[in-house]
């Protein structure tokens, strides 16, 4: 149940057990409130009957009092595995994620002073950086995967952008489309550089989520390829390689759920493809 809704609300394991606890405070509140009244149907029966004998007085002042312990316990109960579990888990994910965006910062503090965005708008015809890596299973890949290809599409992106998340189907439709022709999407997440274990299990998730299967793959951080990543400052970024593995045209910045973004990487990959077929 836990892992289910992990993968279902990208969740941490403490998160999936708050949500569970929090399902149960709001049913047991329900049940406190349902016993007042029944102590107010016996209540109105006596009434009915003729009055409130004092053995009954007793027994209503008990009840009521058992009754506002009851539904404070729940209330409290309610509060901690709803509301404060809610205010935890945004805090991890936000400690996580500005550690996530310090590590970046330091990374590209120790780049080249070659100016990024030359790195990245003007990059068309330039050699997209040579790479080993893997794949978020493990599996090996490197830049020889750009000559199996007429086309390769590079996405950059990572867990914590909403615009990246949001593109990702469209980005697993566009793959199934290209592949048709000899192409490919290939997804780069700048968290997962270096292997890391947390961003990666999380990205697996999300893609899980989104009903992305194209491969992402990443890239030790201090190699050609990794220090490209971390000299990119828009996410999500996407590039269009050709075959010999250089870039063509200019980064898309922005996700391809607009139309208008669409139509522009469309129009890149057609150009590469028309010319791969003239080869």
């Not at 010999?244 to 208008?260: F, K, P, R, S």
Request: proline share 2%.
């Amino acid at each position: 149940m836990i892992k289910i809704l992990q993968r279902r609300f990208a969740l941490s394991e403490q998160g999936a057990v708050d949500l569970i606890k929090g399902c149960i405070a709001c049913v047991a509140q329900d049940i406190s409130f349902m016993i007042p009244v029944g102590l107010l149907y016996f209540l109105v029966i006596d009434m009915m009957n003729g009055g409130v004998s004092k053995k009954h007085v007793a027994f209503y002042a008990v009840g009521a009092l058992v009754c506002l312990c009851l539904i404070f316990i729940a209330t409290w109960f309610q509060y901690n595995a709803t509301y404060l579990a809610t205010y935890v888990e945004s805090g991890v994910r936000r400690i996580s994620l500005a550690e996530q965006i310090r590590k970046i910062e330091e990374e590209i503090a120790a780049l080249p002073t070659d100016s990024s965005e030359e790195q990245t708008s003007d990059a068309s015809g330039t050699a997209f950086p040579q790479f080993e890596g893997k794949d978020l299973d493990g599996n090996k890949v490197d830049s020889s995967v750009f000559a199996e290809n007429a086309v390769t599409v590079v996405n950059f992106w990572f867990n914590e952008c909403k615009p990246c998340v949001e593109e990702l189907s469209e980005m697993n439709a566009l793959n199934d489309r290209i592949k048709e022709q000899g192409g490919e999407v290939l997804g780069v997440n700048v968290g997962a550089l270096d292997g890391d274990e947390q961003n990666i299990a999380t990205a697996k998730q999300i893609l899980e989520t989104k009903g992305a299967k194209y491969r992402n793959i990443y890239f030790d951080s201090d190699s050609d390829a990794g220090k490209f990543a971390l000299g990119v400052t828009a996410f999500p970024t996407t590039y269009v390689i050709d075959r010999n593995g250089n870039i063509v045209g200019e980064a898309l910045m922005g996700g391809i759920d607009n139309d208008e973004n669409l139509s522009t990487l469309q129009n890149t990959i057609d150009e590469v493809l028309a010319k791969d077929a003239q080869k």
